[in-house]
């Protein structure tokens, strides 16, 4: 099926960047632009990924929980439902964000959560600033 998400995305991408770029002489709404365009591919190269990376988030965020006893709600039966990823992400995300005083109070437990976030990092499927796993 034509156009895909991502072929959409580089169209929105490829438009901005031959026709309104162009137009604008202030270095201002420029820079905007420039930023949005790198948006938009960032966006085109890497949203198939955000399905799996939801997924694996909310799993290791749970093992942390785990380790305090906290148990999450469980993910949609639907794996393609990226709706209720995002909500069971949020919920599980939501939970690692209240309890991280305790989880830092013990210290396996807080140098689990570290590598975590650090891990995260890695993974995130949207950031256009760190490296990319392959």
Same mark, same amino acid.
């Given at each position: 099926?034509?156009?895909?998400?991502?072929?959409?995305? !580089?169209?929105?991408?490829?438009?901005?960047?031959?026709?309104?770029?162009?137009?604008?002489?202030?270095?201002?709404?420029?820079?905007?632009?420039?930023?949005?365009?790198?948006?938009?591919?960032?966006?085109?190269?890497? *949203?198939?990924?955000?399905?799996?990376?939801? =997924? *694996? #988030?909310?799993?290791?965020?749970?093992?942390?929980?785990? !380790?305090?006893?906290? $148990?999450?709600?469980?993910?949609?039966?639907?794996?393609?439902?990226?709706?209720?990823?995002?909500?069971?992400?949020?919920?599980? =995300?939501?939970?690692?964000? &209240?309890?991280?005083?305790?989880?830092?109070?013990?210290? #396996?437990?807080?140098?689990?959560?570290?590598?975590?976030?650090? $891990? &995260?990092?890695? &993974?995130?499927?949207?950031?256009?600033?760190?490296? !990319? =796993?392959?």
């Amino acid at each position: 099926m034509h156009p895909t998400i991502s072929e959409q995305l !580089r169209g929105l991408s490829k438009a901005l960047a031959e026709v309104v770029a162009p137009e604008l002489s202030n270095p201002y709404p420029s820079d905007v632009l420039s930023g949005v365009i790198g948006a938009l591919d960032m966006l085109a190269q890497s *949203w198939q990924e955000l399905p799996a990376y939801l =997924r *694996w #988030d909310a799993e290791a965020t749970a093992a942390v929980l785990a !380790r305090r006893g906290v $148990e999450p709600p469980d993910p949609p039966a639907d794996p393609l439902d990226i709706a209720g990823l995002e909500a069971h992400h949020a919920a599980v =995300r939501g939970l690692l964000e &209240r309890l991280v005083p305790q989880l830092a109070a013990d210290p #396996d437990t807080n140098a689990a959560t570290v590598a975590l976030f650090r $891990e &995260r990092i890695e &993974r995130f499927p949207f950031n256009q600033l760190a490296p !990319r =796993r392959q």
